[in-house]
């Protein structure tokens, strides 16, 4: 079975519960659910369809603020963004466009024009993006072709701490939650990509593509 991340054909076990098993990458450090249990795009969407995410609700906007404010802090405005899976009530991208931002939003499902995945940004942002992608791998190079050298790609995701967290996690009970990141993954990630990498917190990631790249 190959990893989603960085597609090495090692992983092992790593946990089971009622729904699905789930196995972690012997590279990378993934944990992730096999091919088999992912939903289909329809029962996919119809779960989004679900999430009531509103730009008007002042606690939303506190959560998005873990990532905004640090992202703020290391990319002033006026500057170029693209928030990446924006969801069905865009919000951060509102966020940063009142700040001062020249803002983009891109969603497979709800906001799917692919011409903003041809422009260059100084920072893109994906809040609780990570752990839905089916190729992760695939999604994060992406992303990081789309900056500019010294650009910030900005992640929200939670992240795996051990085997007997894992087994008691909450963040798993969610069927389009398909791969888990801990932090020693997105060291590596980075490594291999020559980018930063800075943890603020519990759950958000920024990394800093390379000058040179």
């Given at each position: 079975m190959h990893c989603p991340l960085c597609r090495h054909d090692c992983s092992v076990f790593y946990h089971q519960d009622a729904r699905r098993a789930y196995h972690q990458c012997n590279r990378c450090r993934l944990v992730f659910v096999p091919p088999q249990y992912r939903l289909s795009p329809e029962a996919e969407k119809a779960y989004y369809d679900l999430h009531r995410n509103d730009p008007r609700d002042a606690g939303y906007r506190r959560f998005l603020s873990r990532l905004f404010i640090p992202m703020c802090e290391r990319v002033p405005a006026p500057a170029t963004g693209l928030d990446f899976g924006s969801g069905p009530g865009p919000t951060l991208s509102l966020m940063f466009s009142e700040a001062g931002y020249d803002m983009a939003i891109y969603d497979p499902y709800y906001a799917a024009d692919t011409a903003v995945l041809r422009?260059?940004?100084?920072?893109?942002?994906?809040?609780?993006?990570?752990?839905?992608?089916?190729?992760?791998?695939?999604?994060?190079?992406?992303?990081?072709?789309?900056?500019?050298?010294?650009?910030?790609?900005?992640?929200?995701?939670?992240?795996?701490?051990?085997?007997?967290?894992?087994?008691?996690?909450?963040?798993?009970?969610?069927?389009?939650?398909?791969?888990?990141?801990?932090?020693?993954?997105?060291?590596?990630?980075?490594?291999?990509?020559?980018?930063?990498?800075?943890?603020?917190?519990?759950?958000v990631i920024l990394l800093q593509k390379s000058w040179s790249g």
């Open positions: 422009r260059r940004y100084d920072f893109i942002t994906a809040s609780e993006v990570a752990e839905h992608l089916f190729i992760p791998g695939e999604t994060l190079t992406t992303l990081l072709a789309l900056l500019r050298p010294g650009g910030w790609l900005g992640l929200m995701t939670k992240m795996v701490i051990d085997q007997a967290a894992f087994s008691r996690w909450h963040y798993k009970q969610d069927p389009t939650h398909v791969c888990f990141f801990s932090r020693e993954t997105f060291i590596w990630w980075a490594s291999q990509t020559g980018c930063q990498v800075d943890f603020v917190g519990n759950d």
